[in-house]
């Protein structure tokens, strides 16, 4: 599966991004979709990861109450809406699948089921 994403931008503190994630190579539904970031100079984190079956989500401690992970099944595609971003939301995001199970994704996604990253910058 090829994993797209987009959407990272510049904002100020305070404003909202959408970040996409299209899928090619199978259908988002039969797939378990996540979002990890990473910070200059450290490492990958997980922020927020969707079931299969598309009900299911969670979310690291920091983003709760202000990302939302969802799935458009006609476009193929995952989104992050993020509200209310944070400098400390900085980083770059990357979007990530897993064909069986949601936990191994919120663990460690496989290797060929990530994404290249975009940039999310926020200025205080």
């Known amino acids: 599966v090829q994993l797209q994403a987009s959407g990272g931008g510049l904002v100020q503190a305070g404003d909202s991004l959408r970040l996409a994630c299209v899928a090619s190579?199978?259908?988002?539904?039969?797939?378990?979709m996540g979002w990890y970031r990473q910070p200059a100079g450290k490492g990958r984190e997980f922020v927020a990861a969707?079931?299969?079956?598309?009900?299911?989500?969670y979310y690291a401690d920091s983003v709760k109450g202000r990302f939302t992970i969802s799935r458009d099944n006609a476009n193929n595609a995952a989104y992050l809406q993020m509200n209310n971003l944070k400098p400390e939301d900085t980083a770059v995001y990357y979007c990530a699948a897993d064909p069986l199970t949601v936990d191994r994704l919120r663990q460690k996604p496989k290797d060929d089921y990530w994404g290249q990253g975009t940039q999310v910058t926020v200025s205080s």
């Open positions: 190579g199978r259908a988002v539904l039969n797939l378990a």
């Open positions: 969707l079931a299969r079956n598309g009900d299911t989500t």
